[in-house]
């Protein structure tokens, strides 16, 4: 429960002064934290990155299936009795089940245990059916019960907040500090999942490289954003390689083997960040069509096969 | 396992979005766009007018915007020229005979019809290249150079602007400055003023002298112009542009391939004599210009006033009306009106009795006259981001008779016809 | 009279002029204008193309832009 929860050790900050704005890094959720921060003052930046450290890790510690203490093992540990969960839980899972229905299930926090079969890390170690098949039976978020205030899981069932997680805490960040400093206008990016608290001064847009994983690390292609959020979702690292076949790492939950051809990469903006990553990935898990997907959801993307 | 609810699906996670934040829902203003390393502006175009020039241009722009959002632009434009055009003559009730620019041939033109030079054939190639500098956060500079070249005709330009925005980028005033240097080598030599155009005889040995006595070299004129403007955002919806323009030309101003009439009483061609321009031109323009967004399109009207010291007033009034049919698909209709009064040297024909004029020109262009263009663009973008328009005009000008006479012969034929054009383009963006 | 009429209507458009102190916009109210078609220079070749044409058949140019000379044409 989110009271018992250990006050989070606050990561290394570090801030650097650039043209016209502060840099702020940390890192959380496994990732490189950025903050662009548009102020010439060097307390304001330290505050706003400290700010966004404290939150981010507030939200890796609750929500991390890899923390023993946090609220999502405390669910999975369970083994089908009802928990008591609090409002912002209640708000994640209320989002994902709101995924689940709209995209026919295709999108399923409790697809995490598919893992045990699938090791994506470059190697060509492909499971057999035999593996695969049985853990199928504990895939369903229709069979799990969501209240205001419990949640039921099914015994052997488990939840992976991960493909909401990130682009939640980005835009909670981006969210406090326009809370707490309007008026400096902000980039949060976690790893490639950014959003824009405000916009800038004198209105200019921030210019943000985004990874390209067909051509060289280096070369990226520059977008120009002046409010709203960015999410990509890609293998760039994430994949298997058997007999010339690539399998990448979104999993089908129905079949529990990996989406036929989607794109390399789909970066999508939209209003805030986790919405651009939620359209991001229903785009992978159209596998092929994802492209078409993208055209007829009428959202501003890129795609790389 | 297909989601078929078109577009649905986005709205609705906007929704589940702001439910999950705790936000009011979000305004959708998210407004991104790639910098893509090159985007690519291509156009065809064909200009014709019945009996008359017909133009097939060609234009390639290239636009790379940098990590600095500094801009880097290369235009190429390529175009053929043909057809027949007016030589400024009158019309007669005999068949006329006209000298070819070069002196070495004659064509001729039917009683009552217009003369017509129908020699024009010519190419042109034009590179401009600018680049564009933000700098200190509020001022931008930038700076160009132009070449052109043409069989006859040869310009070079290089231009300057620089611009300054105010209150929140809600103002923006401008001040540039360009310099065009054009020089001219006629097909032919360069006529010398008000003389006769001599027709060569068809006894050809005698051609080459007495042919070219009048015309002789090439010669150029300069061009400067200043310009200021201000831009003012005026609410959401509304943005509004003013510009100061003062050109002044230096020069060879003279169309050399362009004649005049020399009538008896009697409406009668008794002489054919080269135009004559002043060698210099100065004008003043104000430009304002208003866009308006509506809810799916954009209004777009301008007017144009100027007046130079050659007499010739005019007002044009330019207005763009974009519908769009869907996100990704308009219609825009085009409408363009323009009148100019007659330059102080502008006469249709000389009067053989009347003393010969310092200047004088029967080039309808510089007559009093009235235009209008109508037209209907459609564009669509595709899927991958592409864009593409074609684009239908019906332009006419319709030449005035600015209080001239039209003694005897001339009385009953037409000295001010219209000229009626197509205009038809293709755009493709990449 | 009808001088008094478009005195009283000028009087009138001065007196709204002076009403609006605040013209313009805060930034986050430029959704509307920062459509590529709200450009002042949308469609920059069709300016181009246009401005050729009548500088070739009219006798002024320019205004919007310089206007130039670069052609045999006039």
């Known amino acids: 429960m989110a009271e018992h929860l250990q006050p989070a050790a606050l990561p290394p900050v570090k801030i650097s002064p650039k043209e016209g704005f502060f840099l702020g890094e940390f890192d959380a959720m496994a990732s490189p934290c950025e903050l662009l921060i548009e102020t010439q003052e060097t307390h304001i930046a330290r505050s706003i990155t400290a700010l966004a450290a404290r939150e981010a890790t507030r939200i890796e510690h609750k929500f991390s299936r890899y923390r023993p203490d946090s609220v999502v093992s405390h669910i999975n540990c369970a083994n089908g009795a009802t928990v008591e969960i609090d409002e912002e839980t209640y708000r994640l899972l209320n989002f994902a089940d709101t995924c689940f229905s709209l995209s026919n299930g295709l999108f399923d926090v409790t697809a995490g245990v598919l893992r045990k079969a699938w090791r994506f890390d470059g190697s060509d170690n492909v499971p057999e059916e035999s593996t695969v098949t049985p853990l199928l039976a504990n895939i369903g978020w229709q069979r799990t019960q969501l209240t205001e205030n419990h949640f039921t899981l099914p015994p052997g069932m488990e939840i992976d907040l991960g493909g909401i997680g990130k682009e939640y805490a980005v835009d909670k960040v981006a969210g406090s500090i326009k809370a707490r400093h309007p008026g400096i206008s902000t980039v949060v990016n976690f790893g490639g999942d950014i959003q824009v608290t405000e916009r800038r001064r004198l209105d200019k847009p921030w210019l943000i490289g985004i990874e390209n994983p067909v051509l060289a690390s280096d070369a990226s292609t520059i977008v120009k954003i002046y409010q709203g959020g960015l999410a990509t979702s890609g293998d760039a690292r994430r994949f298997l390689l058997k007999n010339g076949k690539r399998y990448s790492h979104i999993l089908n939950p129905f079949t529990g083997y990996p989406v036929e051809n989607p794109p390399r990469s789909v970066t999508v903006a939209a209003d805030n960040c986790t919405q651009a990553g939620l359209i991001a990935t229903l785009s992978m898990l159209q596998g092929a069509q994802a492209k078409s997907f993208l055209t007829s959801q009428r959202v501003t993307h890129w795609i790389y096969d | ?430 | 009279m009808k001088r008094k009429a478009l005195y009283v209507s000028v009087l009138i458009a001065l007196s709204q002029l002076g009403g609006c102190a605040s013209l313009g916009v805060q930034p986050w109210e430029r959704d509307l204008l920062a459509k590529d078609e709200m450009e002042l220079g949308a469609e920059g070749i069709d300016l181009g193309l246009d401005d050729h044409i009548y500088f070739s058949k009219e006798a002024t140019s320019g205004g919007r832009s310089f206007a130039g000379g670069g052609c045999g044409c006039n």
């Not at chain 2, 310009?227 to 003012?232: A, D, E, I, K, Y």
């Not at chain 2, 502008?346 to 310092?358: E, K």
Request: aromatic fraction near 12%; charge should be negative; include cysteine.
């Open chain 2, 1 to 430: 396992m297909q989601l078929n609810h078109k577009g649905s699906i986005a709205t609705a996670l906007a929704g589940a979005t702001c439910a999950l934040l705790g936000q009011s829902p979000a305004h959708a203003d998210t407004d991104s766009s790639v910098l893509k390393d090159w985007k690519f502006d291509t156009a065809i175009l064909y200009y014709g007018e019945t009996d008359r020039v017909s133009l097939a241009e060609s234009v390639i722009s290239a636009t790379k915007t940098n990590n600095d959002d500094s801009i880097f632009n290369v235009k190429l434009v390529l175009d053929t020229l043909t057809g027949a055009s007016a030589n400024g003559a009158v019309p007669q009730p005999a068949v006329q005979t006209f000298s070819r620019p070069s002196g070495k041939d004659s064509y001729q033109v039917a009683a009552g019809e217009t003369p017509l030079d129908d020699t024009f054939r010519d190419t042109r190639v034009q590179v401009a290249s600018s680049w564009m500098q933000p700098f200190a956060e509020t001022w931008r500079g930038t700076a160009g150079i132009n070449v052109s070249r043409e069989y006859d005709y040869m310009s070079l330009g290089v231009n300057g602007l620089l611009e300054k925005d105010l209150f929140q980028r809600n103002t923006t005033l401008s001040a540039g400055l360009s310099y065009q240097f054009d020089s001219i080598d006629p097909v032919g030599g360069k006529p010398t003023p008000l003389s006769s155009m001599l027709i060569p005889s068809d006894n050809s040995d005698a051609d080459e002298d007495t042919g070219q006595y009048s015309k002789n070299g090439s010669d150029n004129k300069t061009t400067m112009d200043l310009l200021f403007g201000v831009t003012q955002v005026i609410n959401r919806r509304m943005l509004m542009q003013f510009n100061y323009g003062l050109s002044v030309v230096d020069g060879y101003t003279t169309d050399p391939y362009k004649v005049l009439s020399v009538i008896d009483a009697n409406g009668v061609t008794q002489d054919i004599i080269y135009e004559n321009r002043p060698d210099t031109r100065t004008r003043h323009s104000f430009f304002w210009q208003t866009k308006y967004a509506l809810d799916s399109g954009v209004a777009d009207v301008s007017y144009r006033f100027a007046t130079d010291d050659w007499d010739i007033n005019s007002h044009t009034i330019d207005s763009r009306l974009r519908f769009n049919l869907s996100d990704r698909s308009y219609i825009q209709p085009h409408f363009r009106y323009y009148q100019q009064s007659a330059a102080d040297f502008y006469q249709p024909f000389v009067n053989q009795s009347a003393p010969l004029p310092m200047y004088a020109s029967a080039d309808y262009r510089v007559g009093e006259m009235t235009a209008y263009t109508v037209g209907l663009k459609y564009g669509r973008e595709l899927d991958n981001g592409h864009e593409w328009a074609v684009r239908a005009e019906y332009y006419q000008q319709d030449p005035k008779n600015a209080g001239f006479d039209q003694p005897g012969v001339l009385a009953d034929l037409d000295l001010y016809p219209s000229v009626k054009a197509v205009i038809l383009q293709f755009n493709y963006h990449f």
